[in-house]
């Protein structure tokens, strides 16, 4: 019998610290009177939903939560977060004050002390410090010629493969990646060599996000998986899985090989290691604590992890409209036809980057690109430690807030027709500035994307070659390569794939 009133007791205290709870949420909240779903106020299973059991669908659903709560630039507050239209961008994404990421998402990846995921803003700072000078325009411009290597192998691969069908799309994969791996471990990993060019490697990156999306609702999945053995795994995984498996186990031995190579007394400038980020980390003023083998692997695989397929979504976007629209192509051509001696047009040398930014048309089409195929497709939340206000309301101190770049990016009322790829709205005296308070593909603020740089420089590379030597015949429809799901990066029907005709470039 006591047992039974135990229970009951148990039960009843159970429930009425539940009831208190979505009292509370409901009611006495400081966000309780942001106008969205009360079901969404009460618990974050209203974003599971849409995270897991629809896919990645929540940013879409902000989307329409944007217009059925208010009108244009109303703020509403699902899931006791504060979420507020574009004009607040700039104010939320600065780079003064004190800005920590959104722990429940971030922690999430598993990397709690990566520059890329960490919540805390200044062990941030500290990280960030160490391998900032490694990203920035003037050591990627240093480094043109790994980037030009690899443009070379892609143009003599698909010379191979001219009057053929091929999966470009993951060719540009490859490229993205085996500059990645080049230019942050100092490793060869020649995907670009590959007869397929590693595509189940790419389609299990992009499959990655469902394990990021169950893991934020249900905090055992994602360290349950990282325990489990790799041996178990590759029993049941398809080929897909198990080459994303061995491609983490190369990088662990690869981070360990590089990291140890740079830490060594007799490294020297002529070692491969000493160009790398890994190198970089290691003679860093960072204390002995954050350069474990540890801690290295969690910078290097967020990092390798962000430098790759994000971009290759983009090119793929591009590509896709610059051979499906023939205008397009004659003045990309055009332009770059105008290159001085020395460049694209007239000579065997590479072209610069400094050249290649300096060519509005093509910068337009990359700017256009990027636009509809940002870096990331969830909320970027942010806490700060100071209230914020947007019109009438206040959010208070520690909030977690975010904005959603894709949807600031096609939001109608600044970017007219915003599902058209059209370069042009960034041309002329009509157009928009390509610095626009609207404009964020790689976010803004303290926690502005470190790669910027890196893929800019990629973007203009291949574009600038593939389009004076080869003619393709695209397939597939704009929708495959929009975003349609939030897999932190951008989802699309299409994934790593891009089908088309190659045939080189007639005069």
């Known amino acids: 019998m006591e047992s039974v009133v135990r229970w009951q007791t148990l039960a009843v205290a159970v429930l009425a610290y539940y009831a208190t709870l979505v009292f509370y949420r409901l009611f006495l909240d400081p966000l309780a009177r942001f106008p969205g779903p009360r079901l969404a106020a009460i618990s974050r299973w209203y974003e599971a939903y849409y995270d897991v059991f629809l896919g990645g669908r929540y940013t879409f659903k902000i989307a ?44 999430a990846f598993g990397a709690k002390d990566s520059t890329v995921f960490g919540s805390g803003h200044d062990a941030h700072k500290l990280h960030r410090r160490s391998i900032a000078p490694f990203f920035s325009k003037q050591n990627i411009w240093a480094r043109q010629g790994l980037l030009n290597d690899n443009v070379e192998k892609l143009c003599r691969r698909i010379s191979k493969l001219e009057g053929t069908t091929f999966n470009l799309g993951a060719a540009i994969s490859a490229f993205t ?250 041309l002329g005296s009509e157009g928009v500035a390509a610095d626009s308070k609207f404009y964020a593909p790689f976010s803004r603020g303290t926690r502005m994307c470190l790669g910027m740089h890196f893929s800019w420089a990629q973007m203009y590379l291949i574009l600038a070659v593939l389009v004076k030597e080869f003619d393709f015949t695209v397939k597939g429809t704009a929708e495959d390569f929009e975003a349609k799901m939030d897999n932190f990066a951008i989802g699309t029907d299409a994934g790593p794939n891009l089908l088309a005709f190659v045939t080189a470039r007639s005069a």
């Not at 703020?75 to 004009?87: C, D, F, L």
């Open 177 to 426: 990646r085996d500059n990645a791996n080049r230019f942050i471990l100092g490793k060869g990993y020649n995907e670009l060599e590959l007869d397929d060019f590693g595509v189940g490697l790419s389609s299990a990156s992009h499959g990655a996000g469902g394990f990021w999306r169950i893991t934020k609702h249900i905090r055992w999945f994602g360290p349950l998986l990282k325990a489990m053995p790799i041996s178990w795994a590759m029993k049941s995984a398809d080929e897909g899985t198990r080459a994303f498996l061995r491609f983490m186990q190369q990088q662990e031995q690869d981070t360990r090989e590089t990291l140890a190579a740079a830490m060594s007394p007799s490294a020297t400038v002529s070692d491969k290691v000493w160009d790398t980020m890994v190198y970089g980390i290691a003679h860093s003023s960072l204390p002995p604590a954050d350069k474990t083998l540890d801690r290295v692997m969690q910078e290097v695989g967020p990092t390798l992890g962000a430098g790759y397929e994000t971009t290759a979504n983009t090119l793929r976007l591009i590509f896709f409209h610059v051979y499906s629209d023939a205008e397009i192509l004659r003045r990309i051509r055009e332009e770059l036809a105008l290159v001085s001696a020395g460049g694209v047009s007239d000579s065997t040398d590479p072209v610069s980057l400094k050249q290649l930014e300096g060519l509005p048309y093509l910068t337009a089409v990359l700017t256009e690109g990027m636009r509809l195929s940002p870096g990331i497709a969830t909320r970027a939340a942010r806490i700060t430690d100071k209230d914020l206000f947007y019109n009438q309301w206040r959010i208070p101190a520690g909030t977690p807030i975010g904005m959603t770049a894709y949807l600031m990016h096609i939001d109608e009322t600044i970017y007219p027709e915003p599902m058209r790829f059209n370069p042009d709205r960034w």
């Open 64 to 107: 329409q939560l944007h217009k059925e709560y208010g009108r244009p630039h109303h703020p509403h507050q699902p899931v006791r977060t504060a979420r507020v239209r574009s004009p607040f961008f700039e104010t939320l994404y600065r780079l003064d004050g004190r800005w920590d990421k959104y722990a429940w998402t971030y922690d």
